[in-house]
Nanobody, 125 residues
Framework: VQLQASGGGLVQAGGSLKLSCAAS???????MAWFRQTPEKEREFVAT????????YYADSVKGRFTISRSSRENTVYLEMNNLKPEDTAVYYC????????????????????WGQGTLVTVSS
């Protein structure tokens, strides 16, 4: 499974960006997620979506500002980010599990076997 993330860039605080993550190579993932990382922090959960049901889960820090969605036709997961803050600055990674992740583990990066290359989001104040 290959994941290709795109859509990062530089935006002013209060602005918006939409990230995309295209999956190829065949996957039976249950969850696809977005994480982010800065040099100062460990990889941090942002959002995840259950592919079959479209149920979504968010970190408290982004709830109400970010929306994760997916397109089965395009085999792509999106992360729409609104009202961006400087503290959202990070490299954003998309990830897919192998289909066996349980609900209580869907925010844990170790549950995800496949990772994209990362896309940088920079929010200026």
């Amino acid at each position: 499974v290959q994941l290709q993330a795109s859509g990062g860039g530089l935006v002013q605080a209060g602005g918006s960006l939409k990230l995309s993550c295209a999956a190829s190579g065949g996957t039976s993932s249950r969850y696809m997620a977005w994480f982010r990382q800065t040099p100062e922090k460990e990889r941090e959960f942002v959002a995840t979506i259950e592919w079959r049901t479209r149920y979504t889960y968010y970190a408290d820090s982004v709830k109400g500002r970010f929306t994760i969605s997916r397109s089965s036709r395009e085999n792509t997961v999106y992360l729409e980010m609104n009202n961006l803050k400087p503290e959202d600055t990070a490299v954003y990674y998309c990830a897919a599990d192998m289909g066996r992740t349980i609900l209580s583990a869907n925010r844990n990066p170790t549950s995800y076997a496949y990772w994209g290359q990362g896309t940088l989001v920079t929010v200026s104040s």
